[in-house]
């Protein structure tokens, strides 16, 4: 089911959504806004669309298929754009039938409308009251008036004032905004077109149809068994969360410190996984916690503060990285702060972070001083001249400020893994469609973690090949509604990946192979650098900044030295 919402005369209309029958997920976000959008249209214009889309197997209890993705053409990269995000809500549109949303248009008055999805159909309707709060207060308003078990998804004050860098701030299992469609301004283009929340309420619904129901579940019981098994997902990331590669990535010189001069932070200990999950379970947080309906590898957490009082959720290694290391800061709870400021404003904990670095780099601020950090984050929040800066994202401030070293490809943030000691993950910074994100082809796997695999993180070679294989995997398990993060166990037990392509075929009744699977990736793609490409963002956009190049990164000393030309290879398939 398909809905339409045209903000300019208010109207919801269902659509059959034919032309897009057989997808989900990042390949239903991108065809939509491939063949709906204008590349040369402004992402903050009418002629964008924000497009709301579930996975292949959203809604039916497939372990770890809580996703959902929203997509658009970005007013931060300028090309097109799939924010992946987690919580309650993919579950619950899945569940309501729901394949995608598409809102067009722009709204004649400025007021605030939510989105409202349950058993009965799709309303838009008007809440003022709303305008003007941040994440965590429109969660609060929004539980008080329609209860506490339904899904939100919904913008702050930076999504209203549609600086680059807004996110869309999604509620966990807990009903707290601690999951976020943060990268590439998703938050930007929902205020623009007058969306200040989407709510689902799966009252009342049935369970999911399945063509081969005995199917599906042998399938999800292969990938459930591989996810149980498998070391990093039954074992490192239940116990430290994602937080646990701080040590991991400073220790092999590859964690970014003090705006990417240095591959180790003399306070990596002080922010890694070990000492946040200590931190927590003094202070009667919560580790292994799932942060969406299915999920088996609970890698999320409840961060409390010294009163004891939740801070923060869903402290992801991104974060502690961008506040932590990236800063030179290496207090947790200063940290936990800006992730907190973050999430409630409504802004990309990650470009915020690095944008702070930037100006750090240009002695706007020092590094190490956490309080001035925390207060550059609450200009943002005021949308001071200095906020607005920050919220349009690092190369922005790079400029304003006139600083050569400006970690960002294609406009966005490189995020925490410096591409000359994990080379891998320089490639996939460089050549995806998205901009810097680690997520589209994380091949920190290979080159640091040994799984599917090893390549060696410091040399060139096998790093193309790596990342394109990466890269197509990925734009597939984007379309399922999966979390990314069982390639882990999918990369190294087969029966896994068996497991996915069974739920696939058994819930719709396809016979497709993990060829076909692996060429609806490669679809993806070639339709994204299409637009990418109409947009003006062309394959000499494929590198990363020169200082990557020309500045030796301690303590290996090296350079990203992957040839240009075979950057340009990537996507020969």
């Not at 204008?38 to 292949?56: I, M, Q, R, W, Y």
């Not at 240095?262 to 946040?276: D, K, V, W, Y």
């Not at 990236?326 to 802004?347: F, S």
């Not at 734009?475 to 896994?496: H, K, M, Q, R, Y």
Request: charged content about 20%.
């Amino acid at each position: 089911m398909f809905y339409r919402i045209n903000m300019a005369d208010l109207s919801v209309k269902k659509d059959e959504g034919t032309p897009y029958q057989g997808l989900g997920g990042r390949a239903l976000s991108s065809r939509i806004i491939d063949t709906e959008v204008s590349p040369t249209d402004h992402a903050l214009g009418e002629g964008n669309k924000l497009v709301f889309v579930t996975g292949l197997l959203s809604g039916t209890g497939a372990p770890n298929a809580g996703r959902m993705s929203l997509g658009a053409k970005s007013p931060l990269t300028g090309g097109i754009k799939e924010s992946n995000v987690g919580g309650a809500m993919g579950h619950k549109l899945g569940r309501l039938g729901i394949r995608g949303i598409i809102v067009e248009g722009l709204p004649k008055k400025e007021i605030s409308y939510i989105i409202r999805v349950c058993s009965e159909g799709l309303f838009l309707e008007e809440m003022p009251e709303l305008k003007g709060l941040d994440i965590y207060d429109t969660v609060a308003k929004l539980q008080e008036k329609f209860g506490a078990k339904i899904a939100i998804g919904c913008i702050g004050t930076a999504g209203e004032r549609k600086m680059a860098t807004a996110c869309v701030g999604f509620t966990d299992m807990e009903g707290d905004p601690t999951r976020q469609a943060g990268r590439g301004g998703m938050g930007a283009v929902m205020g623009s077109k007058g969306i200040k929340a989407i709510i689902a309420d799966d009252s009342g619904t049935k369970m999911v149809p399945f063509v081969d129901e005995p199917a599906f579940r042998a399938g999800a019981k292969k990938l459930a068994n591989a996810l149980l098994t498998h070391p990093v997902t039954s074992q490192a990331l239940p116990a430290y969360g994602t937080d646990v590669l701080v040590n991991i990535l400073s220790e092999a010189g590859g964690l970014p410190t003090r705006n990417f001069s240095s591959g180790r932070f003399e306070g990596a200990n002080n922010i890694g996984g070990e000492t946040l999950a200590a931190t927590i379970h003094e202070r009667g947080g919560k580790t292994g916690h799932g942060c969406s309906p299915g999920c088996i590898i609970r890698c999320s957490q409840i961060y409390k503060d010294k009163k004891g009082e939740v801070l923060t959720g869903g402290f992801e290694y991104e974060s502690c990285w961008s506040f932590g290391a990236h800063l030179g800061v290496d207090n947790l709870d200063d940290i936990a702060l800006m992730n907190r400021l973050c999430d409630d404003y409504g802004v990309d904990s990650i470009d915020t972070g690095v944008a702070i670095g930037v100006a750090m780099e240009a002695g706007y601020i020092k590094f190490g001083d956490s309080q001035a950090a925390i207060n550059l984050i609450h200009e943002l929040g005021k949308a001071t001249p200095m906020g607005r800066i920050l919220g349009a994202g690092a190369e922005t401030t790079g400029k304003v400020f006139g600083v050569r070293r400006v970690p960002t490809v294609k406009g966005q943030a490189i995020p925490a893994y410096d591409p000359r000691a994990v080379k891998g993950v320089g490639v996939t910074y460089a050549t995806t469609t998205m901009g810097a994100d680690h997520t589209a082809g994380y091949s920190v796997t290979a080159n640091i973690l040994g799984v599917g695999g090893k390549v060696d993180p410091l040399k060139p070679e096998g790093q193309v090949e790596l990342s394109r294989n990466l890269q197509i995997a990925t734009a597939f398990i984007d379309s399922t509604g999966l979390c990314l993060f069982v390639a882990f166990a999918i990369l190294d037990i087969p029966e896994g990946l068996e497991g996915i392509v069974e739920m696939c075929n058994a819930r719709y009744g396809w016979n497709k192979t993990i060829g076909d699977y692996l060429e609806m990736g490669k679809q993806v793609l070639r339709e994204e650098r299409a637009f990418n490409s109409s947009a003006g963002i062309g394959d000499g956009a494929d590198d990363l900044p020169d200082f990557f190049r020309k500045e030796l990164l301690p303590p290996h000393n090296v350079a990203f030295d992957v040839p240009k030309a075979e950057l340009d290879t990537v996507f020969n398939f």
